[in-house]
């Protein structure tokens, strides 16, 4: 442990590392007050906080002690946002984390849902946000709106599950949109192969035509797997 005092107060300070999604291990410098003058009572925070990052309770740069439920019902949802994220961010894929974040984008333009206090936000005020979301010019398939819906679902779910609201709002996708396969028109697949050359376009090509999944089974091809009886 690494107590000091300062002024009248004891601080502690230590350093922990914790793997990223990218399995980087990433270190952090804490260095909290105890508000204390207690030197016992600084010493048994610094452990209780250690404890805490062990168990996964908080994240190295969340405050502590953990904010209380009513301060944290208070926040707006874009501020509660950056609470759910640095969660998400310890046990999601990157691309995850990315998809919510490109949401999130989009959301902040509807400032009555943005600024709200995460407390506040309602089932009413979520389908105002579709309304105007369905009403923009571009961007605002049913996809990408669904998606967006996800997001603020994670956040108010995330919200219930830690008891900083009472329930979240029911929030309901917009019909059409089963499964999360969709097949490009002719006119985006002529567009996409008149900007992309190369390598590039060939395996655009070769996963039109076959039908073959970019991450799972595209990619993952290799010399040996073509034969003739495939090419035929």
Known sequence: ??????????????RWSIWA??????????????????????EQQEEDHRTALRRGEVHPLDPFPKVEAPALKAMTLLEYSEVVFRHVALYAKARTLDFYTECLERIKKFPRLAHAPVGSVTADLIEAYVDWRRSARCGNTPWTINGELRT???????????????????????????????????QEEEAYLQETSGDLRDAAI??????????????SLRWENVTDAGIR
């Open 1 to 14: 442990m690494s107590i000091c005092l300062r002024g009248g107060t004891y601080w502690y300070k230590f």
């Open 21 to 42: 999604t990218d399995g980087k291990k990433e270190s952090f410098l804490i260095r909290r007050s105890a508000k204390t003058s207690a030197k016992r009572k600084a």
């Open 152 to 186: 603020l679902r994670r956040i108010l779910y995330y919200a219930e599950e830690k008891s900083h609201i009472t329930k979240a709002p029911a929030i309901h996708m917009l019909p059409g949109c089963d499964g999360r396969d969709r097949v490009l028109t002719p």
């Open 206 to 219: 070769l996963g039109i035509e076959t039908g073959l999944r970019p991450d799972s089974e595209l990619f």
